[in-house]
């Protein structure tokens, strides 16, 4: 009984590792996005609809660098540490700038 599991775990292990990144990929990938187009859109230096047409296609171009990220990095924590440092560091840029006057 014992023997089935150890050979049936191996096989699930490389489904759970896809997924993991699949779901790193997407839902970090678009929480980069969100974080920079907030902090581009806050912090550069125009007029309010120009930054924020700017940050949104920076933004856009985030996500699948974030992806491409996830699936190139050979462990899995790395491009999960990476993405979210990067989204925590630029969430406190976007939070620190604060609301335009």
């Known amino acids: 009984m ?5 050979q049936s775990f191996p096989r ?7 997924i993991a990144r699949l ?4 839902a970090g990938g678009y929480a980069l ?5 907030y902090a581009l859109a806050r912090g550069l230096p125009m007029a309010r609809s120009e930054a924020t047409v700017t940050a949104s296609l920076a933004a856009i171009l985030a996500m699948p660098v974030a992806a491409v990220w996830t699936y190139g990095t ?3 924590w790395q491009a999960a540490g990476g993405i979210a440092g990067l989204t ?3 969430a406190a840029i976007a939070w620190t700038i604060g609301q335009p006057a």
């Open 2 to 6: 014992n023997s089935t599991r150890s």
């Open 12 to 18: 699930v292990l490389p489904v759970v590792r896809a």
């Open 23 to 26: 779901l790193l990929a997407s």
């Open 33 to 37: 996005a969100a974080a920079l187009a």
């Open 74 to 76: 050979p462990r899995l």
């Open 88 to 90: 925590a560091v630029l």
